[in-house]
C-alpha cells in the first residue's frame, strides 16, 4: 500500500464512522425529535424541515456505508464533501447569528458552539481531500 | 458556602407545581421550558410556540407547562426580570408579569427599568409587594433551584425545551415553531 492509497483508506473509514454514527444517533430517537433541531435553525419552511428530518439519517448511513465498502468513491466522496460543505454553511450561518440552538450533527442536546464548527470544518476539509485524491486516481473497490 | 446555601435553597422552595406552572399536572407529557426574559429567542419561542401550545394542550389538560429561569449571566436585567416573575407567581400574577416583560423586552433591556413594566402589569400597591419579594432569600433560591435543574439537564443556552413522556426526555434548543411541535406532542400523545 502506497503512502497515498493509505491516505485515501484513512479518510474513507474515518468519514464512514463519523457518517454511520451521525445516521445511526438520529435514527435511535423520535424522527420528529431530529425535526425540532433542524426547525429550530429557521431556515427550512415545515415540508422542508420535515423531508429533511425524514431523508437525512438514510442518506448518511448510505454515504457511512460507500465510503465504509469503498464503492463508488468517487460519487460518494464528491456527496459527502457536498452534505459536509451545505452543514457547515448552515452552522456558521447560525452560530454568527449568535443562536443559541442544538448543533443536530448526532442526535439532540450538543450545543452549536465553535468547538462543534470547528470539528465540521475539519470533516468538511477531509471529506474534500479525499474526493481530490479519488477523482485524481483511479476508483477501486480496494480502497 | 455557596454550595451550602444552594442546598438550604433548595430545600427552601417550595413545589414547583404551586407556581410557574400551568396545565394538569397527571398530564401524558411534561414540557419545562427554560427561558432567560432578556433572550430575544425566548421572547419568539414565547409568543410564536407557547401561546398557542397553551391554548391547545395546556389548558386541554394534555401538556403539563413548567417555566424554569435560567438568567444568562450576558444579559445585566434578565436576573432581576426573573426575580420579579418569580415573586408575582408567589401572589399568582406570574403570567401577566412575564408576558408584559417579554412584550416589552426591547425596552427594559436597553434602560433597565424593569420595574416600570411590573407597575404597568399589575399597578402600584401589588408591584411594590412584588419588589420587595424579589429580593427575598426564597425568590432568589428558586431561581437558583431552577438554574440547577438545568445545568443538571447540560443545558447551555436558551430558550430550552425539555420534554418528558413515560419516563423519557427530549431536550431540544432553541425556537421550535408550533407546527413542528404539534406534530412531536401528537406523536407522544397518541401512544
Sequence with gaps: MTKRSGMVLLLRLALAVVLLYAGYTKLRQPWLVFAMSIDAYGLLPEMGVLAVARTLPWIELGLGTLLLAGLWLRVASALTAAILAIFFGIMLLSYGKGMGIDCGCFGVGEALTAKTLARDGLLFAAAVLLTRMAWRRPSTPSL | ?????????????????????????????????????????????????????????????????????????????????????????????????????????????????????????????????????????????????????????????????????????????????FPILRRFLDQLLAQ
Design chain 2, 1 to 177: 458556602m455557596a454550595i451550602l446555601l444552594l442546598a438550604v435553597g433548595a430545600k427552601a422552595a417550595p413545589p414547583a407545581a404551586t407556581r410557574k406552572t400551568r396545565g394538569a399536572p397527571m398530564a401524558k407529557v411534561t414540557l419545562e421550558v427554560f427561558s432567560d426574559f432578556q433572550c430575544p429567542a425566548c421572547k419568539t419561542l414565547h409568543d410564536q410556540t407557547l401561546k398557542p401550545l397553551v391554548a391547545e394542550y395546556v389548558d386541554k389538560g394534555r401538556v403539563y407547562l413548567i417555566h424554569r429561569d435560567f438568567p444568562l449571566p450576558v444579559h445585566a436585567y434578565a436576573r432581576q426580570a426573573a426575580a420579579l416573575a418569580c415573586a408575582a407567581a408567589r401572589i399568582g400574577k406570574y403570567e401577566p408579569v412575564s408576558d408584559a416583560l417579554f412584550d416589552t423586552q426591547a425596552a427594559w433591556s436597553n434602560d433597565g427599568k424593569v420595574e416600570a413594566v411590573v407597575v404597568n402589569a399589575v399597578g402600584a400597591a401589588d408591584a411594590k409587594r412584588l419588589s420587595d419579594l424579589a429580593k427575598s432569600p426564597e425568590v432568589l433560591a428558586e431561581i437558583e433551584s431552577d438554574m440547577q435543574k438545568g445545568r443538571a439537564a447540560k443545558l447551555t443556552q436558551t430558550p430550552t425545551m425539555v420534554l418528558s413522556h413515560n419516563g423519557k426526555t427530549y431536550p431540544v434548543a432553541g425556537v421550535v415553531t
